[in-house]
């Protein structure tokens, strides 16, 4: 079984500060894992993924996340933030083993203080 | 090229009546998801699709909610009838087979309110 845990509901920096999103994750197989990234009153969009090649993944926007077998996680990190940083993160992972399925976390609010 | 385009984005109808939501995924894309979001369960799969074919509908909460796949090109979920509890955001999102990392794009969403 698959399962992930964002272990943070809500996060709240300053602007220009750096950024950490906590994600752990369970998986029987070897993992894929993503951060979505969902701003308010639209769809979801990729951040990053981790596919078993580097273990640091940088996305889109200065974020990055690394990728921790011993530890089971994959948290997602920015030096500094942006007030357009403000918005729900979920951290999802998947495997070869059920076709694709995506097990999501149960987000991250992040809010950005000027 | 264009992404995954769902429709309508907003919808507010009445208890019991009859709701259609649209989904054209990407060109090429094999797969195709349907996924309701709510404050209380966050983010759910109801159905998916591979090559049209529904794979695996465990998600779909019960016999009110149909969801059929005509062409590579269009998909649809329907609610009939609807109830308050229905009310969530609803994505569809795709993928295209073969790729190693099994991401997903998603749709804006459609956002749904039954009174």
């Known amino acids: 079984a698959q399962s992930v845990t964002q272990l943070d509901s809500h996060v709240s920096v300053s602007e220009g500060t750096p950024v950490l999103l906590r994600c752990n994750y369970s998986s029987s197989y070897s993992p894929s894992l993503f951060w979505y990234v969902q701003h308010p009153n639209k769809g979801l969009q990729l951040l990053l993924k981790?596919?078993?090649?580097?273990?640091l993944v940088k996305g889109i926007n200065g974020f990055e996340a690394e990728f921790k077998k011993s530890e089971t996680s994959f948290h997602l990190t920015k030096p500094s933030a942006h007030m357009s940083d403000a918005a729900e993160y979920f951290c999802v992972v998947t495997h070869s083993g059920n076709t694709g399925k995506l097990i999501f976390g149960q987000g991250t609010t992040l809010q950005v203080k000027p | 090229d264009a992404g995954v385009i769902q429709s309508p984005r907003h919808e507010v109808t009445e208890m019991g009546q009859e709701v259609t939501l649209r989904c054209k995924p990407i060109s090429g894309h094999d797969y195709l998801f349907w996924y309701r979001q709510t404050m209380m369960r966050g983010l759910e799969l109801l159905i998916y699709f591979n090559n049209n074919v529904p794979i695996d509908d465990s998600g779909m909460p019960e016999d009110r909610f149909s969801a059929k796949m005509p062409n590579a090109s269009f998909s649809t979920l329907k609610i009939q009838p609807s109830e308050p509890r229905d009310s969530a955001v609803y994505f569809c999102?795709?993928?295209?087979?073969?790729?190693?990392?099994?991401?997903?794009?998603f749709g804006p969403g459609t956002r749904l309110t039954v009174t």
């Open positions: 999102a795709s993928r295209k087979a073969g790729t190693s990392s099994y991401e997903q794009y």
């Open positions: 981790y596919t078993s090649a580097a273990t």
